[in-house]
Every structure is written in structure tokens, then in C-alpha cells.
């Protein structure tokens, strides 16, 4: 290797995921809070008992996300991989069928968990202290069902444009209109858990307006175009893709309806609330497993579309040190955990609160063990590793019902202690059946991960300075690269030329960074063509815009970027997009 190159670092990679964690996490957490709200002012103006209600219907609330899941999820990751492959004709009927979908399928399905809400509520609880409450909250709720999925998958696709902070702002404003309803509704007009349920769709309301606004947008990768017979192809794949994604979450939403009827069986409804408590502080820890997950699909999809093996790889690194933020919400309901149950209405120093105090000391060792499963989870489905991510799903689901009522079955043992148990447990199951899987397939993949190893050579990935000695030792790599690879000369030379004026444009614009920053160059080999990915953490400038302003100042005075004028027609098939805070150059070269 020649002296001062820098093979692939994780900068740009790790820059685009703490850009979209950041965004993300306080879009989960907005989104997370509002719903935890509704279980807060319900405790404090209704009781305890509306909290336990709402908690009962919560499996039927999981359902309706489990719908968006299947419609949405999927679709997302489609058009991740179809943007980094450039392919927008397939993002847009991607959308297109996805939007139609949500307003035929997710429209009927809502309106009749609403219509049979009470049927419903009766088959999963006989209590009926709880029943009245728990039917008015999940009828009104499911009538609005198709809102939350439009508006989950409405985040997902402007967070997956580069846009999560628009997302976040979407978020953040439905919110605040559902804290607001919700001190209108349940306070001063008296309507209980209905107040709390208007007040979460007010909230997807608000999120849908703000959201489509952005799409509609000149520089949106979305817009609507019929797929014709497609549609039905389309539709498939969408949900073959959210499938494992739609079955861990429809089986978390049967685990929580039978740890609700366990936890009821053996400790009343004292012990339901406390669950209810403990569930109420997992979902909100969701809210950095979710950020990082969303993360991963958005910046994971757009990597595998640009066949980045690598950057996937360090993409997942990265991630599981993200999820070490975890720990702080460890901490903060082991040692602080009278905050939490002042918080659902719980008087401290009462019987109530020193259970709830101990209590949450036990769970919360259960959530690190939680949060690696689910990032190694996300990992195998952007792979593709579909067997793998179901079996890995249902092992988390079902051992925690079973590891719950196996403690529950020996005297002088905690319940709550099953849920600790059970997550441990899961982890040790993952680890050892991901390795063993990955020694059977027929080509190298790293245990644990999943992710296949780079054979035969036909990726280029470095990571280069902001300097012209970097830049020129590249450009010779990449010649010498291409030239192995067997693509003809013509090709070779229209490649290295948009290269070196590319990569020559971000040095030379690189004032003020620090000696360790890098921009990314990838390259990747197929049977169609060359695929040439440029990313750098540069202001926001379009070369390929700047370009073909230069083609139209060509005689005046003073015109600048002649050279990438030259770029965009030497390779026509050119994008440009800033996305998670970088600027991202495509280029596709079909094979002569």
C-alpha cells in the first residue's frame, strides 16, 4: 500500500448514523412521550385502574402497528435500496402502491377492530372493572388506525430522503397537539381514556399534514406514479420484505396480552399495574433501540443497494455502540426509580411505591440483553436472512412468556425475575445459532452479524484524505482496480475522468476540516455495469447542478465548474442528493 492511503473508516458511515440517530431518537421519543403521556394524565385525573385498561387493550394498539409494519416497513427498505441504485421509477411505484394500500387494506381493517371493539375486549379480559374503560379507549383509538400507519410510513420514507430532521419536526408538533388535546379532553371536558385515545390520533393527524408538505417538494425521491399491473408484485415484495419485522412485533403483541393474563393471574391487579409501569419504561427504552433500528434500515438499505458490504458492517459496529446509551436509562430506574412511579400517580412511601421501587430494579437488568438482540434482529433482515430473523423473533417472544411463567411456578422465586432470565437466555440462543448457521452456508459470512465477506475482489472501498496527494494515489487505485476487473478502456477512461474531477472538487473545497476527517469512495463490479458511490460531510453542493449551470455560461464571463460540466456528459446516468448530512454522488456506468 502506498504510504499516507487510508483504507475504509468508519467516519462518513458513523456520521450519517449519529446524524440520524440523533433525529430519530428524539423523533421516537416524541412520538413515545405523547404515548406515555395519555397513561400519565389518565392516572393522575382517572385512577390507576384507567392505566391498567389502556395497558389491557395495548396488544390491539400492537396490532394496528403490526398492519403499518407490513404495509409500510418493507416498502421502506425497497425504496432504500432503490434509491441507492438509482432506480426511481421502482421508488416511485413502490410509494404509489404503499399509499394505496394504507387508504384500502389498513382503512378496513381499522374500522373493524373498532366495530367489534367490545366482542374483543371481552375475550381477553374478564374483569370487568377494567372492560368498560379498556372498550372505550380501543374503539375510539382503532377508528383513526390508518392515521398511525399513514404517518409511521409517511417517517419512514422522508427519514430514509435524508430528511429525519423534518421527520422529527413532524413528530414534535404532533406532540405537542396531543399533550394539548389530551389536557382539554381528559381535564377539562372529563372524557377519560376517549380524551387520550383523540389526543394520539390528533397526534397522527398533525404528523401527516407537516409530513406531506415535504413530499410534494421538487427534490422529494417520492412521487406518485401508477404501477399498473404491478401493483400486485409490488404489494408481494413489500410484505416479504416486512414480514420478520411484522412477525416480531405481532408475537410481542401476544406476549404482552399473555404476560397481562399471567402477571393477573398470580398478582391482581396491583401486580397488572406494575407491569403496566414496567412496559410503559420499556417503551420509552424503545425509544433508542427504535432510533438506532430506523437508522440502520434507512442508512442499511441505501449501503446494500449500493452493494457496501463494508459499510454495512461498520454501519452494524457503530450501532450496537450507539445502544450503550442505553445504560443511562439503566441507571436512572435502578437508582431513581421513585421518579418513575411519581410520574403514574404513585404516592411515594407508600406500599405501592416501595414494591414498584424494587421492582423496577429487577427489570431493568433485563434491557441491555433486549436491545442486542434487536440491533443483531434488524441486521438479518436488511440482509435478507429471513429464516434467521424469524426464528430469532419468536425465541425472543415466546421465552419470555415462558421464562415468566416458569418463575412464576416456584415458590420463593420473584416473577419479575423471569424477565431477566429470559433475555439472557435469548441472547446465548442467538449468538450460538447465527454462528452455527453461518458455517453452513455455502460462502463466507461473519458469525454473529450475518454479514457476508467481500470475495473475489469486485468492491474498491477507500476512505480518502482532503488532499491532493490522497486524491491522486485513489485515482491510480481505482484505474488499476478497473483495469482487473476486465472493463474496457473507454469505460475505464470516462470513469477515472468524472472521478478525478469529482474527488479533485471535494479537496479542494475542504477548508477548515481537521486532519482526520475523510470522504468515502465506492466502487462495485457486477454483470451490468460499474456502480461508483462519492459521499463526503462537506456543505450541501451539487456538483451535477453546478455543472449543468456551467453548460449554460459556457462563452460568459467569469463561468465557473467547467470541469463538471464536462462530468455530466461524459456519464449522463448522475445523481446527486444530500442525505444524513453528507453529500452522496451517484454514478452509474452501464457495461459497453
Known amino acids: 500500500m502506498s504510504k499516507g492511503k487510508v483504507q475504509r473508516n468508519s467516519f462518513i458511515v458513523s456520521k450519517a448514523l449519529r446524524t440520524f440517530v440523533t433525529a430519530a431518537v428524539l423523533t421516537a421519543a416524541a412520538s413515545q412521550l405523547a404515548h406515555t403521556a395519555d397513561s400519565m394524565i389518565v392516572g393522575h385525573v382517572v385512577g390507576q385502574d384507567a392505566v391498567s385498561a389502556i395497558n389491557l387493550v395495548l396488544p390491539l394498539v400492537e396490532v394496528l402497528n403490526c398492519i403499518g409494519f407490513l404495509i409500510c416497513f418493507g416498502a421502506n427498505a425497497m ?30 381493517i381499522s374500522l373493524g377492530i373498532s366495530y367489534y371493539s367490545q366482542e374483543i375486549v371481552d375475550l381477553i379480559s374478564e374483569d370487568p372493572r377494567l372492560n368498560d374503560m379498556a372498550n372505550d379507549y380501543i374503539h375510539h383509538y382503532a377508528m383513526g388506525g390508518w392515521l398511525q400507519m399513514l404517518s409511521y410510513g409517511l417517517c419512514l420514507f422522508v427519514a430514509t430522503d435524508g430528511k429525519p430532521r423534518m421527520v422529527t419536526i413532524a413528530v414534535v408538533a404532533g406532540a405537542i397537539t396531543n399533550g394539548i388535546v389530551d389536557v382539554v379532553t381528559i381535564s377539562y371536558l372529563g372524557m377519560g381514556v376517549e380524551g387520550a385515545a ?27 406514479l401508477w404501477p399498473g399491473k404491478r401493483v400486485a408484485g409490488i404489494f408481494s415484495a413489500n410484505v416479504k420484505e416486512g414480514a420478520p419485522i411484522t412477525v416480531s412485533n405481532s408475537l410481542m403483541a401476544v ?22 409501569v414496567c412496559l410503559q419504561m420499556l417503551l420509552l427504552s424503545y425509544v433508542f433501540i427504535d432510533g438506532v433500528i430506523e437508522s440502520m434500515f434507512a442508512i442499511g438499505g441505501v449501503l446494500m443497494g449500493e452493494r457496501d458490504l463494508k459499510g454495512l458492517e461498520i454501519l452494524v459496529k457503530q450501532a450496537l455502540v450507539v445502544i450503550a446509551a442505553l445504560v443511562a436509562v439503566v441507571m ?45 434482529l ?11 430473523s424469524v426464528v430469532t423473533a419468536t425465541a425472543q417472544t415466546a421465552m419470555l412468556v415462558i421464562g415468566v411463567w416458569a418463575v412464576a411456578q416456584w415458590e420463593g422465586i420473584d416473577l419479575w425475575w423471569g424477565f431477566v432470565a429470559a433475555c439472557a437466555l435469548v441472547l446465548f440462543f442467538q449468538v450460538g445459532y447465527t454462528t452455527a448457521r453461518s458455517k453452513m452456508l455455502p460462502f463466507p459470512i461473519s458469525p454473529v452479524t450475518m454479514i457476508p465477506k467481500e470475495t473475489g475482489g469486485k468492491t474498491f472501498d477507500r476512505s480518502v484524505k482532503y488532499n491532493m496527494d490522497d486524491v491522486a494515489l485513489t485515482l491510480t487505485d481505482i484505474d488499476a482496480y478497473l483495469k482487473r476487473m476486465n472493463i474496457p478502456s473507454s469505460d475505464i477512461l470516462r470513469i477515472n475522468l468524472c472521478c478525478e474531477e469529482l474527488m479533485t472538487n471535494i479537496a479542494q473545497h475542504s477548508k477548515g476540516r481537521v486532519v482526520a476527517q475523510t470522504f ?22 451539487d456538483p451535477i447542478k453546478a455543472g449543468k449551470m456551467a453548460d449554460e455560461q459556457i462563452g460568459a464571463k467569469g463561468s465557473e465548474h467547467l470541469g463538471l460540466r464536462l462530468v455530466t456528459h461524459i456519464i449522463p446516468d448522475i445523481t446527486y442528493k444530500f442525505m444524513y448530512g453528507q453529500n452522496t454522488v451517484f454514478i452509474w456506468k452501464k457495461k459497453s
Open 378 to 388: 434488524s441486521t438479518y433482515q436488511i440482509l435478507g436472512h429471513d429464516k434467521t
Open 520 to 541: 468515502d469512495v465506492h466502487l462495485h463490479v457486477n454483470e451490468e455495469g460499474v456502480f461508483v458511490t462519492l459521499k463526503d460531510a462537506g456543505k450541501p453542493f
Open 79 to 108: 425504496c432504500a435500496q432503490a434509491i441507492g441504485c438509482n432506480d426511481r421509477e421502482k421508488v416511485a411505484h413502490t410509494f404509489t402502491t404503499t399509499l394505496l394500500t394504507v387508504m384500502t387494506l389498513g382503512l378496513a
Open 198 to 224: 383523540i389526543g394520539s390520533l390528533s397526534m397522527f393527524t398533525v404528523n401527516i399534514l407537516v409530513l406531506t408538505n415535504y413530499l410534494r417538494k421538487p427534490d422529494s425521491s417520492y412521487h406518485l
Open 255 to 276: 406476549t404482552i396480552m399473555l404476560i397481562n393474563d399471567i402477571v393477573q393471574r398470580y398478582l391482581g391487579a396491583d401486580g397488572l399495574f406494575i407491569w403496566s
Open 332 to 376: 436512572v430506574m435502578m437508582y431513581m426509580p421513585n421518579v418513575v412511579g411519581t410520574l403514574f400517580g404513585v404516592d411515594s412511601g407508600s406500599e405501592m411505591a416501595i414494591e414498584l421501587n424494587r421492582v423496577l430494579r429487577i427489570f431493568a437488568l433485563m434491557l441491555i440483553p433486549f436491545a442486542v438482540t434487536q440491533i443483531l
